[in-house]
């Protein structure tokens, strides 16, 4: 499949990336030219540079990267015939189905082909894909595109409809794959294709529940078991990097701190509250009293070392130097910078495509005869 040397060559089919929403396939055909809003390139230019380069525009604005094909970038790629299976649920399907090296696979229909590039690189060239396609010219495009991508020899493309005519093949196969409108027409079809000497798998691809329980009956009449239905749901994860400049430790003993020095405030107030009322009085005897707080959870002392020093500068309180101190300390520089993830996940649930139904079709060898037992009259050795 596609090239595996280094360099481009001419004739290559190759992806150019421009943004993460804007994919495309090219054949490098020296003569021509690519252009785009990031820019004007000659295809002349990609050849003989590695896979992979980034390639700056002929005008000197914008640049492309000009890659190497694979299953997962052909499906952001290709040109869309019809709707298409995405990453998401090809490797679902393809681990779920068991499909290996040297695996022998149907798929129906063929589409635009992006299950079938998937299929074709998984299962090698010991292994081979039957893909089948009842449009005619959608047939004959992927028959051309898989012959440009060197999957001939792995893939067979015919143009048939499966509900109605079968697979028609004198080989049987290891799994079957059916993305059609009506699969449960091609379920006894599938049946007859599947080898019966070892455990098969089918999966159909269905976008509503309807036609989910119409393939799972169908599926129970045919005899396939442990059918199970499954849904691809992309979450995205948020991970980004945040400093962190202190460590927890650190952050801890801040915000004890700081609850002292709001509990210092709110004494200051008080005790400031207190000095007021003391003067209005006009207390002859400055003696130390006591007064308990507007929300009658403490009692303080209205502490001498708080009332004029005699040089006309109040003195401070206790309470007042501890407040300065941990505020000295919170000025200190922060422990050793550090660095730690944050990853958050993204609510929306984009992406619904189909509903995967999976089901199994148990070995149909006859079941060789128990041993008999001695108590039914087993020779004892
Ligand atoms: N899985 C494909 C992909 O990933 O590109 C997309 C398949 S597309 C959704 C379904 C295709 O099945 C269409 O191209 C349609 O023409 C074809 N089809 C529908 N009924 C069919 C039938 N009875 N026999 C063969 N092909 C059929």
Redesign the pocket.
């Known amino acids: 499949m596609w090239s595996t040397a280094r360099e481009i060559a001419a004739g290559d089919t190759v992806i150019i990336w421009l943004t993460r929403e804007l994919v495309q396939p090219l054949v490098v055909t020296p003569g021509k030219d690519f252009n785009s809003k990031f820019g004007n390139y000659r295809h002349s230019d990609f050849v003989g540079m590695p896979y992979g380069s980034k390639v700056g525009s002929r005008t000197g604005k914008g640049f492309i990267h000009v890659l190497r094909p694979t299953p997962e970038l052909w499906t952001l790629a290709l040109p869309h015939r019809?709707?298409?299976?995405y990453i998401a649920d090809i490797s679902l399907i393809i681990s779920y189905l068991d499909i290996r090296r040297g695996s022998r696979v149907i798929e129906?229909?063929?589409?635009?082909?992006?299950?079938s590039h998937s299929v074709a690189r998984s299962i090698g060239s010991s292994g081979h894909l039957w893909s089948?396609?009842?449009?005619e010219a959608?047939a004959k495009k992927a028959k051309e595109e898989f012959a440009q991508h060197g999957m001939s020899d792995i893939v067979t493309l015919t143009h048939?409809?499966?509900?109605k005519d079968g697979f028609n093949l004198t080989d049987t196969v290891d799994s079957v794959f059916l993305?059609?409108?009506a699969p449960w027409d091609a379920v006894e079809h599938a049946k007859q294709a599947l080898r019966k000497d070892r455990t098969t798998r089918i999966c159909c691809f269905s976008p509503c529940m309807e036609q989910v329980l119409r393939t799972v009956s169908a599926l129970n009449d045919a005899g396939f078991s442990d059918i199970t239905m499954y849904e691809t749901l992309v979450r995205p994860q948020d991970v980004s990097p945040i400093p962190v400049l202190q460590s927890i430790n650190d952050v801890a003993d801040k915000l004890k701190k700081a609850e002292g020095i709001r509990e210092i405030k709110r004494l200051r107030q008080i005790a400031a509250g207190q000095r007021h009322n003391s003067n209005n009085n006009n207390d002859p005897h400055g003696e130390k009293r006591k007064r308990t707080s507007s929300d009658g959870e403490q009692e303080v002392p209205l502490v001498a070392d708080g009332e004029d020093s005699g040089n006309g500068k109040r003195l401070k309180t206790d309470d007042e130097d501890m407040m300065d101190d941990v505020l000295e300390d919170s000025a200190a520089p922060a422990a050793t910078p550090a660095k730690i993830s944050l990853s958050k996940t993204i609510p929306e649930v984009r992406g619904h495509t189909s509903y995967l139904t999976f089901a199994t079709l148990l070995p149909s060898m006859p079941i060789p005869p128990a041993a008999p037992t001695a108590a039914q009259g087993a020779s004892p050795s």
Do not use: K, M, W
């Open positions: 019809t709707q298409i299976l129906a229909g063929t589409g635009s082909g992006s299950f089948y396609e009842f449009h959608r048939q409809n499966v509900c993305d059609l409108p």
